[in-house]
């Protein structure tokens, strides 16, 4: 484990590349590290941002007043017929392992950025799958009580984009657990876009690297890729989770369009709608501007807010705002972020 005081911009550790400093930076590259490290900062009383690939993360201008715990406890082994991955694996190399492994079940997630300890927190999802799937258990360490304990995925109150872990600083994920397959295939491929990619029917299954290959061309087709040479990859992925309603206000949305059709899909609690139609049915379209030029929606995908340089973390929420707003003003629907806010808000 190693610590130092830095005067480094936070930014450097987001895919954003947005966000001021910290009073101090402490990596943990053991389950143990995070633990020590947690458990002696929060016996000081002092502040600690646990900090993973910075994917999902908005961090203000302003920085952090305390110090982050920036995870890099690495590696993934396969034990008594489960996967078992360590929080600071980036998640992408995981992915390619298990592919590497013939073990399907989270090949769909294939490019997404991050660490493996946040897809829980998140519960990431792409192309008709999510974690939740797969997951068996976390091993957490719970602040309050100082412990570490496995817990079960049915206890972590999974859900669209979310779970009881997510916007909380209760515990920290140190490991995860799967139950994949293990004969080579992915799983049922669900999403039409990507059944039409692989040439297949919805509900086929397909070997695993056909289905890694075709999702991360899919991706890269969307700027959802990183890539330190596109801006558009300079974002924090979909900013925008899709709004689930009621049957009579998708009803609505749809009357207030000039549209004569338009996504909606099943989901718990109602039907669940597309945000990037209805952002882009508002009027943002792909490449729209935010202040100065120096924010953008991406110019391959509506949903993804990026960073054009030079921008500012207010740039971006000022941007965020308009299309937010914009969306609540034309279809009286209201946007949520997706990504995690430290020290601003919308």
């Not at 646990?50 to 715990?69: E, K, M, P, R, Y």
């Not at 919805?202 to 695993?208: K, N, T």
Request: hydrophobic share 40%; aromatic share 4%; net charge negative.
């Amino acid at each position: 484990m190693t610590s130092a005081r830095t005067t480094t911009p936070l930014a450097g550790y987001t895919t954003l590349r947005l966000g001021g400093t910290a009073n101090r930076i402490v990596r943990a590259e053991t389950a143990e590290d995070v633990v020590e490290a947690v458990r002696s900062l929060d016996a000081a009383g002092q502040r600690l941002l646990v900090l993973g690939g910075g994917s999902n993360l908005v961090i203000a201008d302003a920085g952090f007043d305390g110090t982050v715990v920036a995870l890099a406890n690495t590696g993934s082994r396969i034990e008594e017929g489960l996967v078992t991955v360590e929080a600071g694996t980036p998640f992408d190399e995981f992915v390619a392992w298990t592919v590497a492994e013939g073990r399907g079940g989270v090949e769909t997630l294939s490019g997404i950025p991050g660490l493996a300890g946040a897809t829980p927190i998140q519960n990431v999802g792409a192309y008709g799958s999510e974690i939740a799937e797969t997951l068996v258990s976390v091993d957490l360490y719970e602040r309050s009580s100082g412990q570490v304990r496995t817990v079960p995925a049915a206890e972590l109150g999974l859900a669209y984009r979310t779970s009881l872990l997510k916007n909380t600083d209760r515990a920290v994920v140190l490991r995860v657990r799967l139950r994949l397959s293990a004969d080579g295939l992915s799983g049922p491929i669900r999403y039409a876009e990507l059944a039409r990619a692989l040439g297949v029917e919805q509900g086929q299954r397909v070997p695993l690297a056909d289905a890694r290959s075709a999702v991360l061309e899919l991706r890269r087709g969307k700027g959802m890729v990183l890539d330190p040479e596109d801006h558009d990859t300079w974002s924090a992925g979909s900013f925008f989770t899709n709004p689930i309603v009621s049957e009579d206000q998708a009803d609505a949305v749809l009357e207030r369009s000039s549209a004569e059709s338009m996504p909606r899909y099943p989901a718990e609690g109602g039907v669940k709608l597309s945000a990037a139609w209805l952002i882009q049915s508002a009027g943002f379209g792909k490449g729209h501007p935010g202040p100065g030029g120096r924010v953008a929606l991406s110019g391959k995908h509506v949903l993804a807010l990026t960073n054009r340089g030079g921008a500012s973390t207010e740039d971006l929420l000022v941007l965020a705002r308009e299309v937010r707003d914009g969306v609540l003003e034309a279809f009286g629907v209201r946007l949520h972020n997706e990504p995690v806010f430290v020290g601003c808000e919308l």
